[in-house]
């Protein structure tokens, strides 16, 4: 059935093709744009970075599970793409990447097998996992595809998400899994989603970060396991990343940076989600054309749904599903209905998840349209 | 470019069209899936009340945005469908419904020009408006095509969103909408969408709405403006509908129900998202594999994610964008890796709304795709 339905994807790529040529503040609204020249500075910051210390970048695709992007990053000298799903992983490798980690223990008959058909398609799959089960069913689908994987074995170094909790427990893991068959176990992994906010705090944290990579990796390695991989890193750490043992960085929010990550560096965020003041009939208020369908509903630890970009007392404070309620009680002049602003999303990753499509800009005209190929997919 | 590229919603329907015949049990997780029994009996349920209260019934199709469920509820006897965009608009035209609402108050040329098109094909179109810039652009355009249309004036009841708030400022825009060619004002609108909770107080408040709604259509009969049609509801308050006049209710998420608005019959709720266990490495926690770009990040007062059925002690506390945390310290028996979990997620509209098609199911069983063929779309 599939083949014969006009989706809502096929619908807003037309949309968006018609935008191409248009100068910014002509395009139809709401829609998210992408600053070429923002967009083009945070990848090549991080790259050079990661070039002076040694350090590979493995960036994460789930920003902006373009791979126009992704092939972009790998062109400027990443070592691989970094994804959540195994369709994502599907995606990137139709686009052409060769070296793909997926950074999510997989599990399911379906799953593993398409896996294993990556790998034996020619890419270098890596998998990082925390239990034995999702490898195991990797492993023997890789087996039947007569191709092999690198496995990274997940450490929870203070998010309490995923991850084995202790030097001991990771090792006896990898020692598990060192028995099955396809699969080299490689190294360590960790994601340290919990550094976040105050850089000095940030920083203090990085250090037990590390203590528990580098114990790990000495465990594995007094054992004779193989430590050669230690993937880390996240957007608001990735600069500290050369101060610990990792030697790969998986950000992901660097490419575009939002409003929770980019601290008081707000005018390098490459993503913006272009709206149109709809309603002023409340007073104190506007409303714009734009709510989580269109921003996310991720949130803030400030509050609000978003920075409106050349109206700092203007708040948006509340959103429904199409809806920004914006107060502009504190503002000598406001905008009026017809009015388009910008906004920074609170959370980049969530809210390209909502498009299908973003308007790629330079110079305040619509270049092009970036595909967000490897939205939505079951895993 | 469009039609050359595979979309992320062309690869997920071709993934689910795969699962089509399946038990529940072995479907790809994360999924989100629609029971169609429970979904048929939510659709009748409001339209037998509707019936016997000789009110319309407008659903919202934000909660579906599906052909086929669309089509459904006409067939049971919706009076029309409203939608908030006019991709929206377009693809239940283009499904083949006669009456559509636009509740939303457009704006921009392309967005007037599509509208008129829709009306010129036959569509009896009617918008929803708050101010006059929007309904001029419209009308301009209209003319143009030598169509027309019906306006409703919106009204804030409460929500403080959109809204003339008073009376006299309905009637004073009602009065320039009938100056405008190619348009008819016929009634009023609101959208009562702060009587949420408990239902005493909405019973409470649904007597302020009211009072609003009738002064405002005794202003417009006493000046002679059309208020054939007082359009307004939501799905809290949906069973209050006859306690005043409103005689068109939009409804939207009462066909799903969801845990914000199902209120002590969760069981009534039939849409489900089916996740993995894919890690239990953090001791008294087991990791699902769906997070807010799964479900939705959209909140509940009384926190949480999302209610995972038959396991009442287990507390979806955290999502991050892929990973649900559960804490099932307090259960006996816990699920354990690879074990199938059904959720019911916080926000239906907001969920449906990540999703490009849902698993249709009818005893247990994969019975076919229900196409999310509105979701996403620049308005």
């Known amino acids: ?122 890419v270098e799959l890596t998998v990082a996992v925390d239990s034995l089960a999702p490898a195991a069913g990797l492993a023997a689908a890789l087996a039947r595809h007569g191709a092999r994987a690198t496995l990274l074995v997940e450490l929870d170094v203070g998010l309490h998400r995923t991850g084995q909790t202790t030097a001991a427990a990771a090792l006896a893991l990898a020692q598990s899994l060192s028995q099955l068959p396809a699969v080299d176990v490689v190294g360590i ?3 340290p989603g919990h550094l976040q906010g105050d850089p000095a705090a940030i920083r203090r944290n990085v250090v037990a970060v590390d203590e528990l990579l580098r114990e790990t990796r000495d465990a594995f390695s007094a054992s004779g396991i193989r430590c050669d991989r230690i993937s880390g890193g996240s957007t608001p750490s990735r600069y500290l990343t050369h101060e610990t043992c990792v030697n790969e960085l998986r950000s992901g929010t660097y490419a ?57 007392g203007a708040n948006l404070h509340t959103i429904n599903e199409e809806h920004g309620y914006v107060d502009v009680s504190s503002l000598a002049e406001r905008p009026a209905i017809g009015d388009q602003l910008q906004i920074i999303p609170n959370h980049a990753c969530g809210c390209v998840n909502l498009h299908d499509g973003l308007l790629a800009v330079r110079d305040g005209v619509v270049d092009h349209v970036i595909a967000v190929s490897a939205r939505g997919l079951v895993r």
């Not at 059935?1 to 503040?25: N, Y």
């Not at 490459?270 to 269109?294: E, F, H, N, Y």
Request: a negative charge; charged letters at 25%; aromatic letters at 4%.
């Open 1 to 122: 059935m599939s083949t014969s339905i006009r989706t809502g994807a096929d619908r807003t790529l037309e949309l968006l093709a018609l935008q191409v040529g248009r100068p910014l503040s002509e395009v139809e609204t709401p829609v998210a744009v992408v600053d070429l020249d923002l967009l083009e500075a945070n990848l090549q910051d991080l790259q050079t970075y990661v070039d002076g210390h040694g350090i590979a970048l493995w960036p994460h695709t789930k920003t902006h599970k373009s791979p126009e992007i992704g092939l972009r990053q790998l062109e400027l000298g990443a070592g691989g793409l970094t994804v959540a799903k195994t369709g994502e992983a599907e995606v990137f490798q139709e686009a052409g990447a060769s070296r793909i980690l997926v950074h999510y223990p997989p599990f399911g008959t379906d799953k593993w097998e398409r896996l294993a058909r990556i790998a034996a398609e020619g």
């Open 189 to 191: 992994s960790c994601y």
């Open 256 to 312: 575009f940076l939002d409003r929770v990550v980019s601290g008081d560096e707000l005018e390098k965020c490459a993503l913006r989600v272009v709206v149109t003041v709809v309603s002023d009939a409340v007073p104190g208020q506007i409303v714009v054309d734009a709510g989580s369908k269109t921003l996310t509903s991720d949130d803030h630890p400030d509050g609000g749904h978003g920075a409106i970009v050349g109206w700092p």
